[in-house]
Nanobody, 126 residues
Framework: QVQLVESGGGLVQAGGSLRLSCAAS????????MAWFRQAPGKERGFVAG????????SYADSVKGRFTISRDNAKNTGYLQMDSLKPEDTAVYYC???????????????????WGQGTQVTVSS
């Protein structure tokens, strides 16, 4: 059974930093692309960042480009989202997701991800 467990969320002041972690179990983590999505109150869940199975290629939403960094440690079966220069508009529940097809690229579409974590709340105060 594949499981993704996020951690690292919390309350931070604007301009601060947080690092989210996504611990995977149940299959060979290193074979699957992963991504982070977020959902703010009253809004649809949207793509934040994605990374290929190898970790060599990443992509970011325009709203976080230059402030967030996605990475992965395949030896630890863990993905990360380093969030710097946080803004109040970054407040949301953050979800990690893993694709169902091995050795595929990341995708911007939620439907391409078969496995999701439970989400972790990030709140940025002004």
């Amino acid at each position: 059974q594949v499981q993704l467990v996020e951690s690292g969320g919390g309350l931070v002041q604007a301009g601060g930093s947080l690092r989210l972690s996504c611990a995977a179990s149940g299959r060979t983590f290193s074979q699957y692309a992963m991504a982070w999505f977020r959902q703010a109150p009253g809004k649809e869940r949207g793509f934040v960042a994605g990374i290929t199975w190898s970790g060599h290629i990443t992509s970011y939403a325009d709203s976080v480009k230059g402030r967030f960094t996605i990475s992965r440690d395949n030896a630890k079966n863990t993905g990360y989202l380093q969030m710097d220069s946080l803004k109040p508009e970054d407040t949301a529940v953050y979800y990690c997701a893993s694709r169902s097809i091995s050795y595929s690229d990341y995708s911007y579409r939620q439907k391409d991800y078969a496995y999701w974590g439970q989400g972790t709340q990030v709140t940025v105060s002004s």
